[in-house]
């Protein structure tokens, strides 16, 4: 069992997500995508928490400034897709995708998603059904192509789309709000989304992040939409 708790960084102009994991049967935990560090150690502390490892997903600052930091405090090591290895600062661990990561009993596959950065991986934990998708896809909209083309960002997502639909997936943002909106003018008066982004309001008011939604979920009201080629 993979325990997930979302922590809100750069809140209010970046809107980033690390994510605390822990492998509930060793207790073996880790942080992804560390954007800052004082709010994951906020969490960590709040949990008693000690993580051993650090994912990053890609090398862009809002996802590995916290690294350095927590690195030191836990003396955690940085695990990176080996093609970031040369501008992930203090990289320990480089993976080739297709390996497996193990975090305690819990076992991670490296998906190359190379499209908004080259080299941005998936970590997808399959047994849990939980799947951390960095800058690659958000809550009803995705990332933009900074390095790669928009057929590298297509056949990433595809990858996505072949994943199973009860996977739940957690973001490197908090773009909800901003998604709905676009998903909406793909999707006029679908309740759907409507709802849910009613739900992630009153979430995000209360200081809490927006719950995940399933890849089911996201085919229906993102993908298959919005990547239909527009005349
Ligand atoms: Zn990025
Ligand atoms: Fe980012």
Request: proline share 5%.
């Amino acid at each position: 069992m993979l325990q997930v708790y979302p922590v809100l960084c750069r809140a209010g102009y970046m809107d980033n997500y690390a994510y605390i994991i822990v492998d509930e049967t060793t207790k073996t935990a880790a942080v992804i995508d560390p954007s800052e560090a004082a709010p994951v150690i906020d969490k960590c502390t709040e949990q008693n928490i000690t993580p051993q490892f650090i994912l990053n997903t890609h090398h862009h600052f809002d996802h590995v400034d916290g690294n350095l930091e927590l690195k030191e405090k836990y003396a955690a090591r940085i695990v990176c897709n080996v093609a970031d290895a040369g501008r992930i600062i203090g990289a320990d661990i480089c993976l080739t995708p297709g390996e497996i990561f193990n975090l305690g009993r819990a076992r991670a596959e490296i998906i190359d998603v190379s499209a908004h950065t080259i080299g941005h991986i998936l970590y997808y934990f399959k047994n849990d059904k939980i799947l951390f998708t960095g800058d690659t896809l958000f809550n009803l909209c995705v990332g933009g192509i900074f390095e790669g083309t928009p057929e590298q960002m297509f056949a990433a997502l595809n990858k996505i789309k072949a994943l199973p639909d009860d996977v739940l997936f957690y973001p490197g943002h908090e773009y909800t709000s901003g998604g709905a909106m676009f998903a909406f003018q793909y999707n006029h008066g679908n309740d759907d989304i409507k709802n849910y982004l009613d739900r992630a309001r009153r979430r995000l008011a209360e200081g809490l992040p927006v719950a995940p939604v399933t890849l089911g979920w996201a085919k229906k009201n993102v993908a298959t939409r919005i990547l239909k080629p527009q005349r």
